[in-house]
Every structure is written in C-alpha cells, then in structure tokens.
C-alpha cells in the first residue's frame, strides 16, 4: 500500500476522477486494471483516492446507506459540482432506498440487535437488516426486507406466526429458525421445531431451504442445527456455496465494498467457518485455498482477484 500524506494538496481533476472511480467500480467491477494504472500513474492520484474514501467513510458514519442503488455520475466538467452531487446521492440513496429507514427494527454495519415482541417471541437481527412487524391478534406478521434474522418465536396454536421476504412466505406456530435474504435468493434454516415454506415445503430441525432468485428453483439440504444462525456468537459455517455469496455477508461486518473482478473466481464453491467478525482473514482464508488474493486499496475498498504467479529473473 502506497503511504499518501495526508496534508498534501491534490488537484481538483484527482479529486474528480477519483470520486468517479469510487462509483465505476461497483458498477463495473471488471474496470479494476485500469482502475489500478489510473492509481499508479500518479503519486497524486494516491492521496486523491485516500482523501474521498476518507470522505465518504465519513458520510457512512452519519447515516446508513445502500450503494446497490447508486446512480452512475456522468463526468463534470465542475469538480465542485461532482463532489456535491456524490455527497447528495449517497444522502438521497439512504433515504429512499434504503429500507431502514421504513423499517420498524434495523441494524447498521457490523451491528446486530435482538429485539424481543409484545408475545415473547425474540429477534436477533444480523448487520444491515431490517424488519416491520404487524399483529392484528389473528395473525402475527414479520415481514424481512433485508438481511437477516433468526427467530425464536412463542408457540401459539390460535396466532400463527409468518415471515414475509418477496414471494417467500414462511408459516410456524413456535419455533426457532433463521431466515436470509441476500441479491442471489432466500435461504431458511431451522434449529428447532417445524416451519411451512410457500405451502409446498416442510422443514424439520437441520433442514434447510434454499430459493434461487433468479430461477425460482429450490434445494434443500441439511445443516446442523448448531451451526444455525451462527453468526449470532460472530462465527458462519458456509457448504457449497459461491464465493460472491459469502463475500456478500462479510461486507454486512464492515464499512465499504469487496470487489471481485474475475466473474470465474466469484462462482467458485466454497465450504468453510468463517469469522466474521475479522473480515480481513475471513477474506484471505476464503480465497486463499482457491488461488485467490486480497488486495486492500483503501479503508472502503478491497479487491478479490486471482493470485498472479511469481516471475522468476
């Protein structure tokens, strides 16, 4: 890592290009290589890519944002211009996006909350989640619009309980179970009990329910039912799933973006415990095994890619 001093005065044109970089990269991640010779053309262009992360980390301090919704900024030809137009949209973004703040419990990054209802039942919300609950003394009602949560719901044989993500209905009258909502589907894991899925699956203690969001189809595996909601005491036991999967849930744990740049490298399969509390080595000994590496270029940004072979003179 390049060591920038933090008093140097840069260009407003740094300043620009690196806020623009800042966005291109999670709209296309594939640009990291000329993202990288941009950073390395110019011992400017160090300090100007610390100086808006450094911004921007702060804007995320103040308010909870998604950046999946990010507009793209065309170029300006006014700095200042671009500079405020990034401050307002990360703003904007937070309040019209993001569902914490429509939500009756939420957590930020790396927070997690445990929140217990007027019937005894308790949630335990993972980091970046967000729930709204509705009893109407017929039914009681969750309905998960991000992240995820486990619940440890009161038996109530006249009251059934349901949880609501999408298209997803789950449906128990006590039970103890986790639900998980990610960009690639729904995921449902039981500890105790029996849950109901969409009236079509039935899930006894170490089952688990997985339903792909872009093709609809369901799996359904087993898990120990010690190993679910695990993330509760900090650690996460992962089987057979994609590398952008796990990378998904680690970047609920800390502030910024992971990027993978190799689509191949991001489909991988991977099984493993994972300390998510630690993201750093939880990335390393994610990709490590699979020939991967980890490159940190700032506080907000870390960059997954294939490991490069060493060249021998």
Not at 95 to 104: G, I, M
Not at 179 to 191: H, I, T
Not at 249 to 270: F, M
Request: with cysteine; glycine share 6%; charged share 25%.
């Amino acid at each position: 890592m390049h060591d920038a001093q933090p008093s140097r005065t840069v260009s407003a044109r740094s300043l620009e290009d690196a806020g623009q970089w800042l966005l291109d990269l999670q709209a296309q991640p594939e640009r990291f290589d000329d993202f990288d010779r941009w950073l390395h053309s110019d011992d400017e262009h160090f300090e100007a890519w610390a100086q808006v992360n450094r911004a921007m980390d702060a804007l995320d301090q103040q308010a909870p944002t998604t950046r999946t919704h990010w507009p793209r900024l065309a170029r300006s030809h006014r700095p200042w211009r671009v500079a405020a137009c990034i401050s307002m949209l990360a703003v904007g973004a937070a309040l019209v996006f993001n569902p914490a703040w429509r939500a009756d419990y939420s957590t930020a990054t790396a927070q997690t909350r445990e929140v217990t209802l007027s019937d005894g039942s308790r949630l335990t919300l993972a980091p970046h989640s967000a729930v709204n609950v509705a009893f109407d003394g017929a039914l009681r009602q969750v309905t998960l619009m991000q992240g995820e949560v486990f619940f440890d719901v009161v038996h109530d044989a006249q009251t059934p309980f349901e949880v609501r993500s999408d298209d997803a209905v789950v449906r128990v009258l006590g039970t103890a179970f986790d639900v998980a909502r990610s960009q690639n589907g729904l995921a449902v894991e039981v500890r105790d009990g029996t849950v109901g899925v969409n009236k079509q699956y039935r899930l006894t203690a170490g089952q688990r329910l997985w339903i792909d969001r872009q093709s609809g189809k369901a799996t359904q595996t087993s898990v120990a039912p010690t190993e679910v909601a695990g993330w509760i005491n900090g650690t996460q036991f992962f089987e057979n799933v994609s590398v952008a999967q796990v990378v998904e849930q680690l970047e609920r744990y800390q502030h910024g973006w992971i990027v993978i740049n190799d689509p191949a490298l991001a489909n991988k399969r991977v099984t493993g415990l994972y300390d998510m509390r630690d993201t750093r080595r939880a990335l390393q000994a994610l990709v490590a095994p699979i020939g991967g590496e980890v490159h940190e270029y700032s506080p907000l940004l870390r960059v997954i890619g294939h490991k490069k072979p060493i060249i021998e003179k």
